[in-house]
């Protein structure tokens, strides 16, 4: 794997937040009087259990654990922190942002320490990392968060079986800062407006829910429609990323070989293994983690991470990451980035 003897922003550090009430499929079917059954469901997704927040458990709890154990991980002292980027679709408000509560519940630095949130979906961890990077490409002597963070059992309708039992709540964070010997991170993005086949209809401006119940306030999707725009775009967004790191060849593909794990936007196992078997990713280098989690929207990729960091117990070195995600809109964000575990 070709070397970089430079100093560029790196992943020190990564953090998981899941809430207590685990959910298996059974116990899912049983609570919500579904129909349908264990074998169809790990069948059709892969998703064998997720995770549901309790009624006094918030966005911000989840990101407050996720942040701390990045923290902690990185070793960075609280000053040091210039930045706090939270992909969120579920805030605990409309305002303040949800990144806000972290920085206080932190005590983040109160001067030179921005706390925003980023409203990108299943994209919003990976546009929050593209920003945390910026941050300290910036101030090379700082470093900053990038979260996501969901509580997606509100904004799930259980009478949609099709979407029902897809979605997780939980929270993973990363640590960015500069480090010797490391690769210039890469990013890509493309963005195609589809707000037909995947949307929370109601809870902005143009149409206002009635009552928290109310179905068009929750997750509305077309699974066809949903599951081809999503492996066509984390496709090209992650062709994109590859070109510009100089690992893609036009008759090879992508150079696998400079890369040791590849951690798709972790929505359902079957786009997954579509979206490897198009990339001719190798197996021993693809991250799923969906099982275990569900679709945790922008928290999937760093609690991907947090998990293989434990599954496969990583040792202390430089391991190079390749993220793609998707998200409602349709948005797409890929990464190539180093994660220096010391």
């Avoid at 550090?13 to 264990?38: H, K, T, Y």
């Avoid at 922190?81 to 805030?91: E, K, N, R, V």
């Avoid at 509100?154 to 964070?173: C, K, V, Y």
């Avoid at 999707?221 to 496709?235: D, F, R």
Wanted: some cysteine; overall charge neutral.
């Amino acid at each position: 794997m070709t070397k970089y003897h430079n100093i560029n922003p790196v992943i020190s550090g990564v953090g998981m937040a899941l809430p207590d009430n685990e959910m298996s499929n059974n116990a899912l079917i049983e609570r919500e009087n579904m129909f349908s059954n264990d074998e169809w469901i790990r069948e059709h997704t892969g998703i064998e259990k997720r995770f549901f927040a309790g009624n006094n458990v918030f966005t911000s709890d989840l990101a407050i654990v996720a942040a701390k154990m990045a923290l902690a991980q990185s070793g960075i002292g609280i000053q040091k922190l210039s930045a706090i980027y939270l992909g969120t679709i579920t805030p605990d408000y409309p305002s303040p942002s949800t990144a806000s509560l972290v920085h206080k519940a932190i005590n983040a630095p109160e001067e030179d320490c921005t706390a925003l949130d980023i409203s990108g979906a299943c994209a919003g961890g990976i546009a929050s990392l593209e920003l945390a990077v910026m941050k300290v490409q910036n101030n090379p002597n700082q470093a900053a968060l990038a979260i996501g963070a969901e509580t997606l059992s509100n904004r799930t309708n259980f009478n949609d079986r099709s979407t029902a039992i897809l979605f997780g709540d939980g929270a993973g964070a990363v640590v960015v800062e500069n480090k010797p010997d490391s690769h210039q991170p890469v990013f890509s993005s493309m963005v195609r407006s589809d707000p037909a086949s995947m949307s929370i209809p109601a809870g902005g401006i143009r149409e206002v829910p009635n009552g928290f119940s109310d179905p068009r306030g929750k997750i509305h999707m077309n699974g066809p429609a949903v599951k081809k725009a999503a492996i066509e775009i984390m496709c090209k967004t992650a062709i994109s990323v590859a070109k510009k790191a100089d690992i893609y060849n036009p008759r090879y593909g992508i150079n696998w070989q400079e890369v040791d794990y590849f951690i798709p936007h972790q929505s359902n196992l079957r786009i997954s293994d579509a979206l490897g078997k198009e990339l001719q990713v190798p197996k021993d280098k693809q991250i799923n983690t969906v099982t275990k989690h569900g679709n945790t929207s922008a928290a999937s990729a760093f609690l991907a991470l947090a998990q293989t960091q434990i599954d496969k117990q990583l040792r202390p070195r430089t391991y190079r990451l390749f993220f793609t995600s998707v998200g409602i809109g349709f948005v797409g964000t890929a990464a190539l980035i180093d994660f220096q575990l010391t």
